[in-house]
């Protein structure tokens, strides 16, 4: 039997966060290495901060020496993420800026007006070299919208006061009618009058409608031999030959991303190596789909411009960073690569059906750089209490109206998986793996350790049930190490 191995790193470890860039605990450091989406902060004191109490960015972690696949995708679903071997989850009670796992069921995946746009723009480029006039807004301008609807309420306010009888009150025996609710009635009446159906109607306009939506593989199929450009994409094996004979060529592209997209002054190769080129997962392969860490390459006329980062799971292909070169901008390369990232999904899906979703990391609501995550339709959120999914729009809803730190539980009324018993879990100790009963009696010292046993519950509850290949590290069981 094979295992997953995870050390135990810490419960509420608080840092500076990447996001809001807002410290509101007493003496919290400045956050180093600090990777884009997946960044962390520098380790604390560790200590346990007061329920309630907002302390920036909280997060219990553990450092991961192997993985299988099947467990890390188990992990996923709990709503943990790695940046390389290092396992976090954040606390979203307490965090400044919740973050709840976002996915995407990619056989259910419509592309909007902007995505078809970018694929366009992308395909005149290549076939012309012509760059887009207008590019792709990949990020949700919120201040800018309430600014707006603030201007807005105080134009209707203005004009109620100098027209009072603008607006006259409709009887209540006269309600007004939406025009959809109009031409529903004007249809429904029309197949009445035919003898028809009206749902057997609306049933065949669907089909057409799906028979005429463009799929991203048909935006790619496109592709001349006499274009200006040629594309390429490759989904490369971490640590493979070839992937060593660019690695050079790929940092640099990063130090460039990083220097001009996140004032990074001086990107250095052991951190950059650290948190997008290393990995715990353990290589694996069913019906044809190798699973593991890859570096997805878009190479225009053999020049890197682009690398996403992404994990290839069982049930998921999880992107967790993408850098690209600012010189290339024009080409919306965030929502380009997320669209073949989703089109990779689909022909693993074809390959091994139950890998059919695309993780997109964490969405903070919060935060107007991670709502571009929520365009790709329809998406679901993963509630923190239960670790139940729900649609994206409904939690759109409950997010909306979050007071305090913006923590919501999408599904109030379903409990939270009963732990496993610690006493069945697996840990590492002088004799090997073991359950945690029997590391006790072989370690007379821990079974008074209160602080061990806390940690473990800790961990237990969130990691919860169904990952049943892990195995736990704690100093406290091996003391001779």
């Not at 070839?242 to 940092?251: A, G, M, T």
Request: with cysteine; charged share 35%.
């Amino acid at each position: 039997m094979d295992w997953t191995i995870l050390e135990f790193m810490c419960t509420n470890n608080r840092s500076s966060c990447g996001y809001c860039k807002d410290v509101r605990g007493p003496d919290a450091p400045s956050s180093s290495e600090k990777v884009g989406e997946e960044a962390e902060g520098e380790e604390t004191s560790g200590e346990e901060q007061p329920e309630g109490r907002i302390q920036s960015s909280v997060t219990g972690g553990v450092w991961a020496h192997r993985m299988l696949v099947d467990d890390y995708a188990g992990l996923l679903d709990k709503g943990w993420r790695r940046s390389g071997k290092y396992l976090y989850k954040p606390n979203n009670k307490v965090t400044c800026c919740p973050q709840y796992t976002i996915r995407l069921d990619v056989t259910r995946f419509k592309m909007s007006r902007s995505q078809k746009r970018a694929m366009r723009q992308m395909n005149e480029f290549l076939a012309t070299d012509k760059r887009p006039v207008c590019g792709i807004k990949e990020e949700d301008p919120v201040e800018k919208k309430e600014e707006q609807a603030a201007l807005s309420k105080t134009s209707d306010k203005k004009c109620n006061l100098a027209s009072p009888d603008a607006k006259r009150a409709k009887p209540a025996d006269r309600p007004v009618l939406k025009k959809k609710e109009i031409r529903r009635a004007k249809f429904e009446e029309k197949c009445r009058k035919r003898n028809v159906d009206p749902e057997a109607i609306r049933a065949e306009r669907r089909q057409k409608d799906a028979d005429r939506q463009r799929t991203v593989r048909s935006y790619i199929d496109e592709a001349r031999p006499d274009w200006k450009h040629k594309l390429e994409v490759q989904l490369v094996t971490v640590g493979s030959p070839e992937y060593e004979q660019r690695l050079d060529e790929s940092f640099e592209l990063y130090k460039k991303y990083q220097k001009t997209i996140h004032k990074d002054k001086e990107p250095r190769l052991p951190g950059w190596r650290k948190f997008l080129c290393d990995s715990p997962l353990l290589r694996d392969t069913k019906a044809g789909v190798n699973f593991g860490a890859f570096h997805m390459w878009y190479l225009l006329d053999d020049k890197l411009i682009a690398v996403g980062i992404v994990d290839v799971l069982p049930r998921c292909l999880s992107a967790k960073y993408m850098y690209y070169d600012p010189d290339y901008s024009f080409l919306s390369l965030g929502t380009y690569t997320a669209l073949r990232e989703i089109e990779q999904t689909q022909q693993f899906h074809a390959k091994w059906p139950p890998l059919k979703y695309y993780y997109m990391g964490f969405y903070i609501h919060s935060c107007p750089k991670m709502r571009y995550k929520a365009k790709f339709r329809p998406s679901e959120l993963l509630c923190d209490k239960s670790f139940e999914w729900a649609d994206y729009e409904a939690c759109r809803e409950l997010l909306d109206k979050a007071e305090d730190n913006g923590y919501v539980e999408f599904c109030p009324n379903s409990d939270r998986p009963i732990p496993p018993r610690l006493e069945n879990m697996y840990v590492m100790a002088p004799g090997g793996i073991q359950t945690f009963a029997s590391a006790l009696e072989e370690v007379p010292s821990a079974v008074d350790d209160q602080e061990l046993r806390r940690n473990f519950e800790y961990l237990a509850d969130l990691v919860g049930p169904n990952v049943p290949n892990l195995v736990f590290y704690f100093s406290a069981l091996n003391p001779d190490d």
